[in-house]
């Protein structure tokens, strides 16, 4: 039994160092400059033994964002037990989200899911998985929310139509800045989201809030 978890462990590490190394070589050069020779050199293994852990190519594109996005979630959770307000709470979401090209503990690869949007639109497979991602990522976003309400920050909403609609907003800020549109910077992009859910959700922007709360 102990020979076997001791297996287990370690093949867990290697499929680890797998998906680190096709997140990092799938965001510096792109998903169809990557092939699974390279994913392989770069840990030391045979491209057989990553064909054995992942199937396909686009199978390891998926893990590789599944990979990616547990720090994104495991940091969102510390902040949500270390920050009470909803308002602060949604501008710490979108700092992170639209910080695309940080590579730290609280931000994801947005080169990631611009190629997995890309193999999603053609091949049904990716499709399934971009759709479950999106399902968390929603997720996460109502259920912020629905605690902003269960606390009497704001009014009943639909959180799961705000979900959808706030997170497809934050999806297309996101492309506009990785895509060092001239228009829309991060200043403004952060801007627009943080002014849309203010005005959905009937929050006062943070400004107004300190200014409230010097008042009383």
């Not at 549109?181 to 959905?200: G, S």
């Amino acid at each position: 039994m102990a020979a076997r978890e001791h297996g287990d462990a370690v093949a867990d590490v290697r499929r680890d160092q797998m998906l680190a190394a096709a997140s990092t070589l799938i965001a510096e050069r792109g998903f169809h400059d990557t092939r699974i020779a390279d994913v392989a050199k770069r840990v030391g293994a045979s491209p057989a033994l990553v064909i054995y852990y992942f199937g396909t190519k686009d199978s390891l594109l998926t893990e590789a964002l599944r990979w990616s996005e547990r720090s994104f979630y495991a940091a969102t959770e510390e902040m949500l037990q270390s920050t009470d307000k909803l308002r602060d709470r949604l501008e710490i979401l979108v700092e992170w989200t639209l910080a695309f090209d940080k590579q730290g503990a609280s931000t994801g690869d947005w080169g990631l899911w611009l190629d997995l949007w890309a193999q999603a639109f053609r091949h049904p497979a990716v499709k399934k998985d971009r759709a479950e991602l999106d399902a968390q990522w929603r997720a996460l976003i109502s259920r912020i929310v629905q605690d902003g309400v269960d606390k009497g920050e704001i009014a009943d909403v639909d959180v799961v139509t705000f979900a959808i609609m706030w997170g497809s907003l934050l999806d297309g800020l996101v492309v506009q800045v990785s895509l060092d549109d001239p228009v829309v910077d991060f200043p403004l992009a952060r801007r627009i989201a943080l002014e849309m859910a203010d005005k959905e959700l009937g929050l006062a922007p943070a400004g107004r809030r300190s200014r409230a709360s010097k008042k009383s």
